[in-house]
């Protein structure tokens, strides 16, 4: 397995991994140095970054991270005029750094509780790693959780299974991670053969998962499976060679946590043609957006987007030009079947 | 003036105000059954309802009062089909009442702690009223907004004038009232003279401003003028006959808080020759509604709407055809400078 992905990941995809290490601690300065200052005064304070809405007997609470800002220069597959005009029409411009939002999504199944995606902890610096605190204002205790689903290992969606002192955050729960993201990122020899500064990726995988390890709760699944009554793991390879969607169903309802499907909603909405040098297989991501675009939109499911606008929870209507647009859910003290 | 007023009120108009008041009440009703039922258990909270953003140098804090249900026939001025694809392309169908929020906007300027409309307190029901208990939970003390503007006195707007006990709710602030909407709801002779099933949108009108009346803290003002530094009132008329928007501007950054501008921004943005059965005079309604849309879209303006989507702030881009669409406010721990 791990040759067959080394063979595939060999070329381009290394250079562009390597390229991540360095992009993403850029992006942690441009967000610092292009968003406001956090709050001084008590009355300045945001509302706390949770959002609720009822998925038939589900309950569905979108968790806020932080944000990172993401250079538009990184996007590419359609004309730089095209992604700039979609960037203009939701008030964007590359000139700043790209607001990024970091979503983790709880759902509490009728005998679950399930955590998709746990943020960066302080991997990313202070801007980031709110989760924690964020699933505690929503009612609920870390220790609760019982069932941790990530859509893929890296550190913005692993990193916080880990507390500032490299517990377990989640020390009631069992950690599904897809197999091939596995078969890659936690593997030594991998990172042996990887260039030295994209092996800090590896090592935030390996120490993430490694007391869930060594308690004897990490799994490692084939997607295409039922994890949980009402939960099925969707492969959607691309943006990691294991990145896999999680889809919940309960009554006539279903919503589809599709991890980083989608890293702009201004633009890859519009144009699902436009890829981000993250992914590790940008035409495969490519196939996988559109396939998950027209899924979504034909099944009229609910979408919980890890990077999109918080709370990163709504719909998808199609347009002309295989394009897509995005419809939020709307705020209500208890979301109504729709 | 109130004669003028009472004129052009006359026919129409008159039958279409007796029709709102058995509206608004059959609007709670379908609200309550169409919308499902408030959280049990603490951790079946939904967030707050408030929603923070800064201007300049201004702060800017949303606050959510409740929703109602609106059925889709009291929408006019366009085909039932054009209206209902508008719907649809928002999940939304007339076979259910529209769900529409019923915002507040307190801005905290250099000098001023304002607060734009009041909510409805308890006059429509157990499902609105909670703009008090939001402004608290932002950080906030009624006692402590010293200045309260009113768009027009609908119920909705006003009611939050007046705690459960009938007394000022906002104990130390000035209330200010647009001249042609207090010359028109504050008038008994316009009241006694309006069919009976109307009267009570006059006795709550009056009711609401009385005890800030008596204390000499009652503004009439005509609108064109600085209101307070950096807050200009902006006639609005059509929705009633004194409806005035607010335009907030703190070093480049301006906010628009334009009342009942639109009622659904589903189909109200692509179609904004569309109007309500509230309009008191629809075709002004309309008119006054393409010139604040074309005037927030070339002057990038920030727009809050007291029954746009919680939170309701966000700007609006141009598109075809006279259309314009909604681009809502990111979540951020506090709002950049854009």
Redesign the interface.
């Known amino acids: 397995m791990m040759d067959h992905l080394d063979n595939i990941l060999a070329g381009a995809a290394r250079a562009r991994l390597r390229r991540w290490v360095a992009l993403a601690a850029l992006a942690v300065v441009s967000a610092a140095s ?6 001084q005064a ?11 809405m ?1 998925l038939g007997s589900f ?1 569905v609470t979108a968790l ?1 991270d ?2 990172v800002g993401i250079d538009a220069a990184l996007l590419g597959g359609a004309g730089r005029a095209t992604i700039d005009r979609a960037l203009a ?3 964007q411009t590359r000139s700043a750094a790209l ?1 990024t ?1 970091v979503n983790g999504y709880l759902v ?1 199944t009728d005998a679950h509780l399930i955590l998709v995606d746990t943020g960066t902890a302080k991997l990313f610096g202070d ?1 980031l790693g709110f989760l924690p605190q964020n699933l505690q ?4 205790s870390p220790a609760d959780v019982d069932t941790v689903l990530l859509t893929h290992l890296h550190p913005d969606h692993a990193g916080g299974l880990l507390t500032s002192e490299g517990k377990m955050a989640f020390p009631n729960a069992q950690v599904f991670v897809p197999k091939a993201d596995a078969d890659y990122w936690l593997s030594r020899e991998a990172a042996a053969a990887a260039p030295k500064d994209k092996q800090a990726l590896f090592a935030m995988s390996r120490d993430a998962v490694a007391p869930y390890l060594k308690a004897g709760r990490l799994i490692v699944f084939e997607p295409g499976q039922t994890l949980r009554e009402g939960v099925r793991a969707v492969p959607a390879p691309g943006h990691t060679p294991g990145h896999t969607a999680y889809l919940f169903s309960s009554g006539t309802q279903s919503l589809l946590a599709w991890g980083d499907i989608i890293h702009n909603a201004a633009v890859q909405f519009p144009h699902p043609e436009v890829s981000i040098e993250f992914d590790s297989d940008q035409r495969r991501a490519i196939s996988t957006r559109r396939d998950l675009l027209g899924q979504a939109t034909s099944n ?1 499911w609910w979408v919980a987007g890890a990077h999109l ?3 990163g929870l709504g ?1 998808i ?1 199609p347009g002309a030009d295989r394009s897509y ?1 995005w ?2 859910a ?9």
């Open positions: 292009a968003i406001g200052a956090e709050p008590p009355t300045s304070a945001q509302v706390p970054g949770y959002f609720r009822q309950d806020y932080g944000h029409s939701a008030f607001q939002a509490r801007r204002a929503a009612g609920y009229r606008p918080f709370p719909r209507q647009r419809i939020p709307e705020y209500l003290p208890v979301h109504a079947s729709p």
